[in-house]
Nanobody
Framework: QVHLVESGGGLVQAGGSLRLSCAAS????????MGWFRQAPGKEHEFVGA????????DYSDYVKGRFTISRDNAKNTVYLQLHRQNPEETAVYYC?????????????????????WGQGTQVTVSS
């Protein structure tokens, strides 16, 4: 069984920074891609970015590219999302998600429905 636990959310001023963490546990993590999504009130889940467990491949939405960075620490089974220069419209619940592959060929995915496991989310509130 795979478990994902996000942490690091909170209140930040516009233009500020925050680092979210996603602690993963379970088998076959090396055959996974870890994604970050967010959901603002009344909106659908929005792709933020993703990273393969090896770290060789990353992908970001155009909206966050250049401001957010995804990284991972395999020794800690943890994936991070560093958020910079946030604006109030980015207030949302941030989720990490894991998608598993049957082979070592792992590619990033950008759709919420493509993922197999999701965490409970962590709230990020950006004040103006």
């Amino acid at each position: 069984q795979v478990h994902l636990v996000e942490s690091g959310g909170g209140l930040v001023q516009a233009g500020g920074s925050l680092r979210l963490s996603c602690a993963a546990s379970g088998p076959f993590l090396s055959r996974s891609v870890m994604g970050w999504f967010r959901q603002a009130p009344g909106k659908e889940h929005e792709f933020v970015g993703a990273i393969t467990w090896s770290g060789r491949s990353t992908d970001y939405s155009d909206y966050v590219k250049g401001r957010f960075t995804i990284s991972r620490d395999n020794a800690k089974n943890t994936v991070y999302l560093q958020l910079h220069r946030q604006n109030p419209e980015e207030t949302a619940v941030y989720y990490c998600a894991a998608k598993f592959f049957s082979s070592s060929r792992v590619v990033v995915a950008a759709m919420w429905e493509e993922y197999d496991y999701w965490g409970q989310g962590t709230q990020v509130t950006v004040s103006s």
